[in-house]
């Protein structure tokens, strides 16, 4: 690997990245509604086909769009980020089938993606997931590629290319619990709201772009403001809760992890579906949860199935921080099939918002970000949604993780330099003490500190990055690394800029107080920093045994 630059075309397209989000993307992003999918946002983003790139573009491509997102608009890189995480794992280990029927959807947000892997119970821990895949019925076929039979109780709706109705209901009350059994709160029922896929449809139509609008690369760099919207301001009591009954699922979108978003060719799927991947940007419909889906229609009895049909499992159990939940299309679930194997006995699969017995709530967090929880009540599923094989899907989490770890080191550090830039403004014209803050030694080396950290975690990111792309064996030690230096980095120097500009940078609306709380989050989700440092020895310790 070459000491690494960008090459003049990559400086371009990231200043014109800068500019489309700080005048096309913040004013969308700025009128959407704190903790709920914004579907204009992302139909945007589709119609400037930047989430098509996400199946297209390597590892290091993703990061620059990432980090350029995030400096002029956080809302806009995590909307494309949950998109490509949640769909990533289809992308990547899906069918012909599935791919043709989601992906392009996706890539033009009409689709909301989610990826559910967290559980109340197993968060860091993800071996100790607790959902449970159960057979149902005679055993059928135990393969990740089962016939196109639909099981009873799976709508058909469900079974149409497009994916059924938009239509569903997020309900805040109670659901199934982990025992399969009774129906009452979760553990992630603390301080949730009700929320519907249908509440965030009145985005959906017009998207503000046309294709001919899709960035071509070059523009100057936009500027960042010290200033946020009103919209940040709100308070939890100002999010209301809202809920609703009806027939349909709800649907929950969120991705950010795996492999690099076109490096699919050796993972599964066919030629003709990552071609499907790259549909044309359009309505922004969909929206795809990695981690959360919810269904308020009772589980039908007897999903039984027929000696030759598909293999059919019943899903019981909780997911908990889905993001795009439970406002999803469609969750890339993660569930046990096997007990007592670990993360040998864990099955990815493909869950439809619609499904029965699916359910969940919307969770209020520090920043305002569309996540919730899903209670799974025998939510049936078959062979036919099953991603890559039975019992190896831990693996495909891991895979995917191993892609976006390194982008949301690059996600950090769009942020760290918004408030090292911030920074500088304001200390250059700052007067205090008889000049300016800069000709402060204390201030000024502070800013050195900033500078010198935030440069050295890009490089890091754009390392990490490129290895991936390279297929270089210590991808995952240099995903760790990447994602641990650069969102530790971002905290350092978001809240040094925090205290360089005083208390007005704890105004509501101020740039650096929607960055304080966003800038938090990232230690944790995909991996806490502790989990990141257990892998870097892992990987350092099992080299030097080789080297033995």
């Given at each position: 690997m070459t000491a690494f630059s960008l090459e003049p075309a990559q400086l371009a397209w990231c200043a014109e990245l800068r500019t489309l989000a700080a005048e096309r993307l913040r004013p969308l992003a700025e009128k959407g509604e704190p903790g709920r999918v914004n579907r204009v946002l992302l139909a945007e983003l589709g119609s400037l086909g930047l989430l098509g790139r996400l199946f297209t573009s390597g590892a290091l491509d993703l990061c620059l769009m990432r980090e350029s997102l995030a400096y002029a608009c956080t809302e806009a890189e995590t909307a494309l980020a949950l998109q490509g995480l949640g769909a990533h794992p289809v992308h990547t280990h899906g069918t012909e089938s599935q791919r043709a029927r989601w992906l392009p959807r996706v890539a033009e947000g009409s689709a909301v993606a989610a990826f559910a892997l967290s559980e109340p119970g197993a968060g860091s821990d993800a071996v100790a997931l607790g959902l449970r895949a159960e057979r149902d019925g005679a055993p059928g076929v135990a393969s990740g590629s089962g016939s196109s039979g639909t099981a009873p109780g799976i709508g058909s709706q469900e079974a149409a290319s497009d994916g059924g109705s938009l239509g569903g209901v997020a309900s805040g009350g109670g659901a199934g619990a982990a025992d399969g059994g009774s129906r009452g709160e979760t553990a992630c029922d603390g301080g949730s709201r009700g929320r519907t896929a249908s509440d965030g449809a009145q985005g959906r139509a017009g998207s503000g772009g046309t294709q001919d609008s899709r960035i071509s690369g070059g523009g100057s760099s936009g500027s960042v403001t010290p200033d946020r919207s009103a919209r940040d301001a709100r308070t939890p009591a100002d999010r209301s809760s809202r809920s609703a009954a009806s027939g349909g699922g709800i649907r929950g979108a969120g991705a950010r992890e795996g492999g690099s978003p076109g490096a699919a060719a050796s993972d599964g799927g066919t030629e003709g579906g990552r071609a499907a991947a790259g549909g044309s940007p359009g309505s922004g419909r969909a929206v795809h949860a990695s981690?959360?889906?919810?269904?308020?229609?009772?589980?039908?009895?007897?999903?039984?199935?027929?000696?030759?049909?598909?293999?059919?499992?019943?899903?019981?159990?909780?997911?908990?921080?889905?993001?795009?939940?439970?406002?999803?299309?469609?969750?890339?679930?993660?569930?046990?099939?096997?007990?007592?194997?670990?993360?040998?006995?864990?099955?990815?699969?493909?869950?439809?918002?619609?499904?029965?017995?699916?359910?969940?709530?919307?969770?209020?967090?520090?920043?305002?970000?569309?996540?919730?929880?899903?209670?799974?009540?025998?939510?049936?599923?078959?062979?036919?949604?099953?991603?890559?094989?039975?019992?190896?899907?831990?693996?495909?989490?891991?895979?995917?993780?191993?892609?976006?770890?390194?982008?949301?080191?690059?996600?950090?550090?769009?942020?760290?330099?918004?408030?090292?830039?911030?920074?500088?403004?304001?200390?250059?014209?700052?007067?205090?003490?008889?000049?300016?803050?800069?000709?402060?030694?204390?201030?000024?080396?502070?800013?050195?500190?900033?500078?010198?950290?935030?440069?050295?975690?890009?490089?890091?990111?754009?390392?990490?990055?490129?290895?991936?792309?390279?297929?270089?064996?210590?991808?995952?030690?240099?995903?760790?690394?990447?994602?641990?230096?650069?969102?530790?980095?971002?905290?350092?120097?978001?809240?040094?800029?925090?205290?360089?500009?005083?208390?007005?940078?704890?105004?509501?609306g101020h740039l650096l107080e929607h960055l304080y709380r966003e800038v938090r989050a990232p230690r944790i989700y995909e991996g806490a920093s502790e989990v990141q440092r257990g892998i870097i020895a892992k990987e350092l310790y099992a080299a030097h045994q080789e080297a033995r």
């Open positions: 981690q959360h889906a919810v269904h308020d229609s009772p589980a039908p009895a007897g999903l039984a199935a027929a000696p030759d049909g598909p293999a059919r499992w019943r899903l019981t159990g909780e997911k908990c921080w889905i993001s795009n939940a439970p406002e999803a299309d469609f969750y890339t679930v993660f569930a046990r099939t096997t007990p007592g194997a670990g993360a040998r006995g864990v099955t990815a699969f493909l869950v439809p918002a619609d499904r029965p017995g699916l359910t969940g709530n919307g969770l209020d967090m520090l920043s305002p970000h569309p996540i919730g929880a899903l209670r799974f009540d025998a939510v049936p599923v078959t062979a036919d949604d099953v991603l890559g094989e039975v019992d190896r899907g831990f693996r495909i989490a891991m895979g995917t993780l191993n892609l976006f770890r390194p982008s949301v080191g690059a996600f950090a550090v769009g942020m760290a330099r918004a408030a090292l830039d911030a920074t500088l403004a304001h200390t250059a014209g700052r007067d205090a003490f008889g000049g300016k803050l800069r000709d402060l030694q204390a201030v000024s080396h502070q800013v050195a500190e900033m500078a010198l950290r935030t440069e050295a975690a890009r490089l890091m990111v754009y390392a990490a990055a490129t290895a991936y792309d390279e297929n270089a064996p210590d991808v995952p030690q240099r995903a760790a690394m990447a994602k641990l230096l650069a969102t530790e980095t971002a905290q350092y120097v978001v809240d040094t800029a925090v205290q360089l500009h005083g208390a007005r940078a704890l105004q509501r």
